[in-house]
């Protein structure tokens, strides 16, 4: 998954690793793509041919325009540049049209976008302090930091495989953040404000950003300025060998496991705790995505994208904290290890059960019940970690 033999000088390892997981998402393009893939292409038809005036209101397909208006001007430019490839899938009337040329173009489309996710997770490994970084660049925090996100599962088959935008929305979200811990606030806000203006859903985000920007931007006249870490009480900044991004308390907003239009999460590990309960959270979200993809040639390519994201994050984290306790107790172990007989029913032994044709939501309901159990959990620590973990100050006084 990683590139272990780059120098550890510069940003080749980074630039590796960026180009690495771009070659294994054009080998993704061929695979199974849901109704976003329709639902996109008649986005591109409707700003392509109407006028701005009837973007919303257009309705010869059932997939109408229902984001902002920002993704709406997204779908025009994009449009712009497919009329090279296929000039039918601009076409409002040839309704669930696809060709090769549609394909690609589609395809291409998102990969192409995600270089703002790239960038983003370049601008977030400026913020963290290396001071503390092991030897090897393999245990380095940037290189852990870079290879979780870069690399991560969700994102690759809800975006490459599924279809959606999702990487360059969080690269969105990933560069506000970073900007804001580099105290460009403005910056900051402004980027948050150009999020929501593509997606929308994004707003349950809002509050954190509204209470973090009045602490530390609006009301600190005569007074020295709070950093990032101090909306994050549990998550020094500069001192934990994974502060990375905003931390748990915040991006725990953003920790929406389960839903479609959310399925990409970053928790900081700026500790052993918040490590435990970031690889909880990854690995039962990451699991609970597996009935999107329901057709038996993507089975093999997502059981073997999740066991290698999950074995490298589990490893990763727990040789960074080598010196910590263990990351999970007895009882998280067993709830983790209990995905694999979950998975083995749902797959392999329920199709040829007589229960297949009465009761055919049963898998789904076992995998939503199971997932939503252990999010429950990490949600429940998250919170109590909030409530019980000292303040930084008053933790570098003690």
Known sequence: MAAPGVAAGGGNWFSALALGVTLLKCLLIPTYHSTDFEVHRNWLAITHSLPISQWYYEATSEWTLDY??????FEYALSHVAKYFDQEMLNIHNLNYSSSRTLLFQRFSVIFTDAVFVYAVHECCKCIDGKKAGKELTEKPKFILSVLLLWNFGLLIVDHIHFQYNGFLFGLMLLSIARLFQKRHMEGALLFAVLLHFKHIYLYVAPAYGIYLLRSYCFTANKPEPTASSL??????QEGPLPCILGSKLLGFVQCFGQSALRHRLLSVGKAGDASIFLILTTTGHYSLFPLLFTAPELPIKILLMLLFTIYSISSLKTLFRKEKTLFN?????????????EIFCEFVFPFTSWKLKYPFIPLLLTSVYCAVGI????????VSVLTDPPVGKTKKQ
């Open 376 to 383: 429950t959990y990490a949600w429940f620590r998250l919170y």
């Open 232 to 237: 994050v009480p549990t998550l020094p900044f």
């Open 68 to 73: 902002p208006p920002f993704f709406a001007w």
């Open 330 to 342: 007895w009882m998280e172990t067993f709830y983790l290890l209990g995905l694999a007989p979950l």
